[in-house]
Each structure stands twice: as structure tokens, then as C-alpha cells.
């Protein structure tokens, strides 16, 4: 190393073992240059939301008239108290009894995809929504690419819905409440509309007309001053505005270590995150602020879900392109409090960190290995298939576009320790430690 080189690893280390009181270690000798190198820092608060567009949202979130038979909210399936998931592996819509993991299906339908967490999704730079990015915001034009056609473009026939939209996750926030699986139902007001367009006229109606009317007509003045008529998208934007208000989440061992808080992470920790950008090959696709690039990729997730699905086996980002590049892809998720957000893939494949760590350290044979034993499917009438096509999965591990994860990144036993620390608590917010140890 050049003497110029060691002067600026001295004062780095200095100025920020100054800041936090510590004495910078051999493990922080290494961070140092994986932190200049990646250019890792910690996550930055989005400007302040108006406690009235906030408190609106957040009623929105918990409502149940936003529902065709008023039995389920957005709250249902994204609680607070389980990571703002619910501890399933894939949702319970309408028709279905209880919260959370004590949820069960009886005669709900299922949506085919895990119930994303809604940490720090209110970021403009997040354009992409849902596992396979079927709702798109340019951040810098605004206009959008969605299922709805209407909403779509830079003229669309809706744009005055669209121009309410501030961030990605308020435009998400509509699309549940048209879905037939997840709250639409059938047999309703919002479910006999004749199009999307008309369902979300139907909600609006129910909210300012309909038995809620006192309340949420003073509710949407005061989130909206000034504004005459209002729509979904004041209903998106609100519910957005509540998302990014509550469930920012930056706090963590992590983000102070890298705001110079040596003693922030323990040594397991710092080992991990060695082990994360070295051996891990992690940060090839969970970098930048978030911890994630939010590409569309495939790592060999083993795939099943309920035979009363038409097509059973997920075809991920490709059924929004129907390009076969995208066969299997999905997008990568952000990492922050990833303690808290299991089941893990789109398909709640694995139940703990220990599980997805151990399919990363051998994905060919992980994936010829499971099995739906593993996974916890006790709260569903339906049944569910895997699938063992051997064409198809040798498929999804060809299509890992990182060669030393697609042949395994074998991890030694200390690594994998380390990294697992490091994935629990080193990016777990303060306000949900429970003490540092590798245990549940």
C-alpha cells in the first residue's frame, strides 16, 4: 500500500473513530476499503409527509370499505406486526378468516405471490412495483406502465389520476383493490363494474357517499386543501404518502456503522458483511442505499403453487415482456429488516435466513432437493404442486446470471454464521433488536 493510500486510511479511520469513540479494529481496516470501493452509505430520510395526508392513508390501510364485501384491508396482508407481510407464504384475499400467520383461507382466494414487506417503498427511485414489475413509474416524467391501460403513457385517458402520484408505491396501492383474489371479490358494487375504471368509481362512491362519508369527506380535505374532486389516485397517493411515512426503516447496526459508528456492528456482523460483498457475491445485485438494485433476476427459487392456478409454475417478470430473457426472473428485494419479513422469495420457499443462505451456497442441488415438506401450507383448503420438471429447473439455475452463484458460492461454516448475523441484526432497526444473537 502507497504512503498516499495509508494517510487516507488513517484520517478515514481516525475522523470516524473519533466520531464513535472506538478504536478501529483489523475488521474495519478491511470495511474501509470495501465501503470506498462499493460506495456503500447509509440510507437518507425522504423529506417529511403532512400528518393529515398521512393519518388519511393510514385510514385508508386499515379500511375495510375499500374491499368488495368489506371483509379485508391493505393491513390484512401488510401488518405492522408481521414485517408488514403475513407470515405466509402466499396471501389469503377476500373470503378468508383472521390476520396474519393465524390467517386462513377457507373460502378466500390466494394470490400467487408472497406478500412483498413495505419498508422504505416510498422512494421515487423504487420505480418498479409487485415481484414482477407490472406497475411502472418513471421517476423523472411520471407517467406510468400498468395493467390498466388508461393510466398508461404520456397522455393518458386518466391523467387526472395520474397526476396525483408522487411515488411508485401509491400507484401499487390501487391495484389490490381490483383484483378479484385480493380484495375486489365478486358479487358487490366495486366487482359488478364493467371495467377497473368503473370499480374504482365504485370505491370512491362508498367512501364519500356511502356510510363512511362524514369521515372520510373531512379526511380527504383536510390531506387535499384546496382540492374539488377527488379519485383513486388521491387514494393511492395517500396510502403511499402513510407507507413511506411509517415503515421507513434506517436505523440499523448497519447504517450507523457506515455513518461512522464503529462500535455499531459486533465482529460477527462485520464478518458478514466481509462475507456479503466478498465470498457471498451478495452485493452483485443487493447494493446502492437500499441494498438492491431492483433488477429482475432468477436464482433457482424452487417453484410451486396452488393447482388452481391455470399455470402453476410462476413465469416471473416474463409475464409482463413475454420476453424469454425474463423467463423465471423477479425482482430483487431490499434487505432492511429482513428479520422480520420471512417467508423468503415470491413464493415463501424458505422459512428462515438460514434456509435461503444454505439455497445460494449450492442452488443446483437445493433445488433438486426440495421439497413441499418444508414448507408451512397448514392455512390453506387449497392444493399445491412443485415443480420437478427437470427441463425447467435446469432452466432456472442456467438463467442465474452470476456464475459464481449459479455454481454455488460454498460458504465455509464460519461465513455462513457470519453472513446469517449479519442478515438479522446487522440490518435490523433498532427499534425491533431483541438482542444480538443468532436465535429466532
Known sequence: MGKSNIL????????NSFNSGAVPNELDLRLEKIIRDNQLSPLKKLEDIPQPLSFLGGNLFAETLLSGPKDISCMTCHHPMNGTGDSLPFPIGTGGVGMGRGRIQQSGLLSHRNSQPLYNLGYPEIEHMFWDGRVYRNSVTGELSTPVESLNGSDPQLIEVTKVFKSSVSVQAIFPLIN????????NDIADAKTD?????AIMKRLLEGEGKNK???LFKKAYPGTKKFNIGHVGQAIGAFIQDQFYVADTPYDRYLAGDLDAMTDSEKRGLIAFTERGKCMQCHNGPHLSNFLFK???????????????????????TKQKRDLFK???PALRNLALTAPYMHNG????IEEAVDHYNDPKEQLEAFSLERVDLSAYTDEFVLDRDSRRNKLRVNLISI????????LTPEERLDLIQFLKTGLLDYRFQRGRSLGP
Do not use: C, H
Open 8 to 15: 487516507f486510511l488513517f484520517l478515514f479511520l481516525a475522523l
Open 180 to 187: 378479484d383474489a385480493e380484495m375486489r371479490g365478486k358479487d
Open 197 to 201: 375504471e368503473e370499480s374504482w368509481e
Open 216 to 218: 372520510y369527506r373531512e
Open 298 to 320: 432468477t436464482v433457482a427459487t424452487p417453484q410451486f403453487n396452488s393447482t388452481v392456478l391455470k399455470e402453476p409454475y410462476d413465469q416471473g417478470r416474463y409475464e409482463v
Open 330 to 332: 423477479f425482482k430483487t
Open 349 to 352: 420457499a424458505f422459512a428462515t
Open 403 to 410: 456464475g459464481e452463484v449459479r455454481r454455488g458460492i460454498n
